[in-house]
């Protein structure tokens, strides 16, 4: 499964294929009459729906927040949540996809830790460095 990601991903690296089309790539690539209809692993998913830019957005607001909430968690535990929800979900969706049962307590625990930080940023155009600096936390 992997492997007809990745083919569809070298096909359309840059802006991929369109959300949730994952049944019909394979099925046009692979023609076995197996349905298959998610490529275990999220990240490869994002990059087929959405390209490299897609992959990049979604992989740029993750690092953020694991790296924000990693520096906050040291003054407020309240981020330990949805630092260690999200640190789970990311191993996780290497291996595996999008899950209704899992995904929208995740996406409640990241808007959850997204949240706290307006909480605990005085400011809006205040950095994590002068917060810290500033030990405003």
């Not at 959300?19 to 490529?39: E, K």
């Not at 087929?48 to 003054?75: E, P, T």
Request: glycine share 8%.
């Amino acid at each position: 499964i992997w492997r007809a990601a990745w083919s569809a991903v070298q096909e359309r690296p840059w802006l991929g294929w369109g959300p949730d089309v994952f049944r019909q790539v394979y099925g046009a690539m692979f023609p076995t009459g197996a349905v298959i209809d998610a490529a275990h692993n999220e990240y490869l998913a994002y990059w087929l729906d959405g390209g490299f830019f897609g992959l990049l957005a979604y992989g740029m607001a993750l690092a953020l927040s694991l790296v924000r909430w990693m520096i906050y968690s040291r003054w407020d535990r309240r981020f330990l949540l949805p630092l260690a929800a999200t640190l789970c979900y990311s191993v996780q969706a290497c291996f595996t996809f999008s899950t209704p049962i899992v995904s929208p307590l995740w996406w409640i625990l990241w808007g959850l830790g997204v949240g706290l930080e307006r909480e605990v940023r005085p400011s809006v155009g205040m950095n994590t460095k002068e917060i810290v600096s500033n030990n405003q936390i």
